[in-house]
């Protein structure tokens, strides 16, 4: 049996924006932006932290502050600095080292987790609420920029959308390649998946696969997957974090 840990989401409730369709890539009439830029997403989580559940630390502030000035910029060692002191901050907290996905480019990802059962609810609840804080405090924000700036430098917020502009610019697809064919496309494919997990893990590279009009393990797919959120279908090859001692 398992059970999984959902990891909070990134995004916040930001003023979102209409902007001129892209027909290329919308499936909707407008495109919803989250911030006009990466920089003034950042000024604004910044100005609400204070409201937060779990305010963020000054190191993550930091490195965030950093950023703005920087055009939005964060750096690969402040990256991975701000995982580094969630890791640690769980550790603070009686759990091993957290161990999550991490791709060939660097990349991390909180996808879902595979953890020990046979733990009470209350233990199970502590979890839930250490894993939360710490992530909130050390990472959350910075991973989001980060990823951002990689994956969906245009800011919109829905994640097909922002994975099928990933692809124009990566040109995996043709210009006429839209985002409701990518949800047609990953819907299939989680359909062919799911049914041949028992005999096929998810049928990675056989009929599952096929359901993509582009090379779904090529490593430039995965970076519009992994920096839009979207990788829990890439995430399973991973082992899961084991938290208790």
């Known amino acids: 049996m398992i059970i999984l840990l959902v990891p909070l989401s990134a995004c ?5 924006e209409e902007v001129a ?8 009439a407008t495109a919803i932006k989250i911030a006009a830029s990466i920089p003034d997403r950042i000024e604004y989580l910044l100005s609400i932290d204070d409201n937060a559940t779990y305010p963020m630390s000054e190191a993550q502030k930091e490195i965030l502050r950093k950023a703005v000035e920087n055009g939005g910029a964060i750096s690969k060692a402040d990256y991975d600095r701000a995982w ?3 890791q640690q901050c769980m550790v603070d907290k009686g759990y091993t080292t957290p161990q999550v996905p991490v791709y060939d480019n ?3 990802s909180p996808a879902l987790m ?4 046979g733990r009470t609810e209350a233990e199970m609840d502590k979890l839930a609420h250490d894993d939360s804080q710490c992530r909130s405090q050390e990472y959350l924000i910075v991973d989001e920029s980060y990823r951002q700036a990689i994956g969906n430098p245009n800011l919109y917020a829905e994640i097909p959308v922002a994975i099928t502009d990933c692809l124009h610019r990566e040109k995996l697809v043709p210009a006429s390649y839209t985002a409701r064919q990518f949800e ?7 359909e062919v998946s799911a049914r041949n997990f028992t005999t096929d893990r998810y049928d990675e590279t056989g009929e599952a696969a096929s359901k993509y009009s582009f090379d779904f393990h090529d490593p430039k797919s995965v970076i519009c997957f992994v920096t839009n959120g979207d990788d829990s279908d890439l995430s399973v090859r991973f082992p899961g974090w084991q938290p208790f001692k």
């Not at 916040?12 to 979102?16: K, V």
């Not at 369709?21 to 909707?28: F, I, L, T, V, Y």
């Open 114 to 117: 595979p953890i020990d059962v």
């Open 21 to 28: 369709p892209e027909p290329s890539s919308q499936p909707s």
């Open 12 to 16: 916040g409730s930001a003023p979102q």
């Open 184 to 190: 047609e496309e990953q819907a299939a494919y989680r």
């Open 84 to 86: 580094s002191n969630y």
């Open 106 to 108: 660097g990349l991390r």
